[in-house]
């Protein structure tokens, strides 16, 4: 059954018992306390001290202290209009794609001008660029276009910059200390074409010359390591292994979804632009509520095991077409983009008491982080 179908038959609406009230947190860095007290949306941190930072999916798994938990704000673009938490930041021209980082936001405005706020200051970090001939509507099926990358955690925001048409570079930044990681030429024979596509906690990885008519899993990917500027062409099977040995504690199990996997096992995804559904039901979907979607038997774990699938908010109208995850604000919140067609709402779903609430109602067309403008489909 084709994912529209299931969509198709979405039943009765499920009424959820209220949502819970949740505490504030403000534990942050300095860089950060300037916007701790306007949360938009309040979150549970589950703190630990010196747990597994990283978890993978056997014993060989690695095992380092976790660092401080952080809390990001709920963050969306309307125009030129950043709304990150309850502060606005008013860009020089309109956004077309932003990130999340727990420093502040990244984004890039429609002149191709590449910028970072944390809030209160906004400073340009750099520009896109002519990317020049076979840059037109080249990412792959289903994905969409974004120059920007950055984790569900941490300071790293990447992204691409074209000096000369044809000649793109890969640019890694930390948001914390203000500098450039690294900076690379992207390796290229003339009339190839590259673009970024997803970043872990050790690599950047990179689509060679992508193909609109085929998946995400069936494109050349080459594996970028900052550290030592070396770009390696990987397969599909090295990317689900790179991706399970970095998992991080934000992260969703996958399992049925069309990615490779020998033995038929879960395997780790950061869950940005994982298309998701709002008024499941079991009798179709083999869940209920607000879930993942995808081909076959496809299931959905968060790192602990547990159903990734929540209750819908109160309330919310039965029809409400395609959805999809695009933001973590801390280790156990997630935010689902969900597009209607005279508003777009920022649902906001709890790992621990499995219930979901609208963090934010905005106009349509927004431009949501790791996914860019929202549009209404079904």
Not at 108 to 114: A, E, L, M, S, V
Not at 282 to 308: C, Q
Request: hydrophobic content about 35%.
């Amino acid at each position: 059954m084709s994912e529209l179908d299931v969509l198709r038959r979405i039943g009765d609406q499920i009424v959820p018992p209220p949502l819970e009230a949740l505490r504030e947190t403000a534990r942050r860095r300095d860089r950060r306390a300037r916007v701790a007290t306007s949360l938009a949306v309040a979150a549970i941190v589950v703190a630990t001290a010196a747990t597994t930072a990283y978890l993978g999916r056997d014993s060989d798994r690695r095992i380092e202290p976790a660092p401080a938990p952080t809390v990001r704000l709920l963050t969306y673009a309307d125009a030129s209009t950043i709304h990150f938490g309850e502060h606005t930041v008013e860009a020089d021209a309109p956004v077309v794609e932003l990130d999340v980082t727990d420093d502040g936001v990244g984004f890039r405005t429609d002149d191709g001008r590449i910028w970072f706020t944390d809030g209160s200051t906004t400073d340009q970090l750099g520009a896109l660029g002519e990317t020049g001939p076979g840059y037109g509507d080249t990412w792959p099926l289903t994905s969409r276009p974004g120059w920007l990358l950055s984790p569900n955690a941490g300071s790293r925001l990447v992204w691409f910059e074209f000096p000369a048409p044809g000649e793109p570079e890969v640019v890694v930044y930390d948001t914390d200390t203000g500098q450039e990681v690294a900076r690379d030429t992207v390796a290229l024979q003339p009339g190839h074409t590259a673009v970024p596509a997803l970043l872990s906690d050790r690599f950047v990885y990179l689509i060679k010359d992508p193909n609109p008519e085929e998946m995400p899993e069936d494109q050349a990917l080459v594996r970028y390591d900052p550290a030592t500027g070396e770009q390696t062409r990987i397969t599909e099977q090295d990317l689900i292994r790179d991706l399970d040995a970095d998992a991080a504690v934000r992260s969703i199990r996958l399992k049925g979804d069309g990615r490779w996997d020998s033995s038929d096992a879960f395997h780790y995804s950061d869950g940005m632009g994982q298309q998701m559904a709002l008024n499941l039901r079991n009798g179709v979907a083999g869940v209920d509520g607000v879930a993942p979607v995808g081909s076959g038997d496809m299931r959905a774990e968060d790192v602990s095991g547990r159903t990734f699938a929540f209750e819908p908010p109160q309330d919310y109208p039965d029809k409400t077409g395609v959805a999809w995850l695009v933001q973590w604000l801390d280790d156990q919140t997630v935010v689902v983009l969900s597009p209607l067609p005279q508003r777009t709402d920022l649902i906001v779903c709890h790992l621990e008491s499995k219930t979901c609430g609208v963090g934010a109602s905005a106009p349509t067309g927004i431009v949501a982080p790791d996914f860019g403008k929202s549009e209404s489909i079904g």
